[in-house]
Nanobody, 123 residues
């Protein structure tokens, strides 16, 4: 199994910044895509940003120019730098990773979610 642990959430004023981190652990062979999603109360979970193993990125239109996703492949860690935060960014942020892992019989694919970290932006 692969576990994802997020950190870095909290309460910040509008216009402020936060940096989220998510580390993956387990019998990892390789990680392909990593990403951040968020879910606000009463809404569906939505994509925030993703980053491929080669570094290519995709962002939701609502965060382009304000958020930056990055990853450290040596640490199996993905980051989300969030600047110019707005009250509408308030949500639980979830980390996601997909790739392959070692098993007793060889290898298998995995897709894992973190437990979520709360981000609250006050106006």
């Amino acid at each position: 199994q692969v576990q994802l642990v997020e950190s870095g959430g909290g309460l910040v004023q509008s216009g402020g910044s936060l940096r989220l981190s998510c580390g993956a652990s387990g019998n990892i062979y390789s990680i392909n895509g990593m990403g951040w999603y968020r879910q606000a109360p009463g809404k569906q979970r939505e994509l925030v940003a993703t980053i491929a193993s080669g570094g290519s990125t995709i962002y939701a239109d609502s965060v382009k120019g304000r958020f930056t996703i990055s990853r450290d492949n040596t640490k199996n860690t993905v980051y989300l730098q969030m600047n110019s935060l707005k009250p509408e960014d308030t949500a639980v942020y979830y980390c996601n990773a997909a790739g392959s892992l070692h098993t007793t019989t060889g290898w298998d694919v995995f897709g894992s979610w973190g437990q979520g970290t709360q981000v609250t932006v006050s106006s």
